[in-house]
């Protein structure tokens, strides 16, 4: 009766087959795999956190700056500095749930594109694994709406909070427009903070992201019973730039003809027929027309960066290709600008720290 008993188990998996097996080990290469993504991982989001570590030291000295800046007297003013400050802080907040709501959506909507490129030819795939392939398509396009329906509410919320910093700037014209020195520095003071703070919202929302993957991937070498690596701060050199460089070549040769702000989302040259070259050495993610713009290069300037060139004629690279510093990417337009652009993920970012 024992006997049939423990068959009985056995047959159900109630109890291990042989006393004292092990679990299969992992795969070696596998493991190591997942501990050098580990490794990067961690570096990424340290850095990244140092990003906006170094953003919080320019935020607190432009406050202080902004606080030493002569009011006259005029409390008015003050007030509605105050104002402006408080809307520039939601206009933050609005753009960091922003971010982070447009990750899981991007992520779905990636492994949807995938399962439709490519689909082998009916017979060659299992019946089954045909089957799962629809159920998990399904699922996805379920996981759709409600994170569509995330994203938008989202985007309304930072759209209302930044018609009502404008609406308070508009009020508060006398912060922006001043004959005197003095006003002047507010202003410059002042826009210096609402793109640092708005810059600061996503870094904080990458730094979120890649977290997330380091206590991730942890966590799968855990389960695989392999070593999780020590990686010393000493590894993680800070990072105050794209892909860690220092400086961007200018794309044409002399001064620009408009810069960061006041309208211009980068650098702009007039330089029609001149040589237009790479500002880094990086991959061609884009390289074609687009309508009122010339021709468009983007180049991957680092996880989360892009560098965006317009107004271009006659490419000498196409996408794909890898290009190195200086490369000739074609010739400035006769009626367009040339113009540089920095982003990071949908943010356009002041590329004069690694122009100047």
């Not at 492994?111 to 490129?117: K, S």
């Not at 074609?288 to 680092?302: H, N």
Request: aromatic share 2%; charged share 25%.
């Amino acid at each position: 009766m024992r006997r049939t008993l423990l068959m009985v188990a056995l047959m159900l998996g109630m109890v291990d087959p042989v006393s004292g097996q092990s679990p299969p080990r992992p795969d070696p290469e596998a493991v190591a795999q997942t501990q050098a993504q580990y490794r990067d991982a961690v570096i990424r989001a340290r850095r990244i956190e140092a990003d906006v570590a170094a953003l919080d030291r320019r935020i607190a000295a432009t406050t202080a700056s902004l606080e030493r800046q002569p009011a006259a007297g005029d409390d008015t003013v003050l007030l509605q500095r105050r104002q402006l400050d408080a809307a520039g802080r939601l206009e933050a907040r609005a753009l960091e749930e922003l971010a982070l709501a447009k990750g899981p959506l991007t992520r779905v909507l990636g492994a949807l594109q995938t399962l439709t490129r490519y689909p082998p030819p009916p017979l060659v795939v299992p019946t089954q694994e045909a089957v799962d392939t629809v159920r998990a398509a399904v699922l996805m396009q379920a996981l759709v709406e409600p994170l569509t329906d995330q994203v938008e509410r989202a985007d309304r919320r930072r759209a209302a909070v930044v018609a009502e910093r404008r609406a308070i700037a508009l009020q508060s014209e006398r912060l922006f427009v001043s004959e005197s020195q003095t006003g002047d520095r507010q202003a410059t003071l002042q826009s210096r903070l609402v793109s640092d703070r708005a810059r600061r919202a996503t870094l904080r929302a990458e730094a979120q992201r890649a977290r997330r993957e380091v206590a991730a991937l942890e966590a799968r070498l855990r389960a695989a019973g392999a070593p999780v690596p020590d990686v010393p701060v000493s590894q993680t050199p800070t990072l105050r730039l794209p892909n860690g460089r220092d400086t961007l070549l200018a794309p044409v040769d002399g001064p620009p003809s408009a810069r960061f702000g006041q309208g211009s989302t980068g650098w702009q040259w007039r330089a029609p027929g001149q040589a237009v070259v790479a500002p880094l050495e990086a991959e061609v993610i884009h390289a074609g027309p687009l309508d009122g713009w010339g021709q468009v290069v983007i180049l991957d300037a680092g996880p989360g960066w892009r560098v965006v060139l317009s107004g271009l004629t006659a490419l000498d690279i196409g996408t794909g290709d890898r290009v190195e510093t200086g490369q000739r990417l074609g010739a400035g337009h006769d009626s367009l600008p040339v113009v540089l652009e920095l982003r990071r993920e949908e943010l356009a970012v002041d590329p004069s720290p690694w122009l100047d």
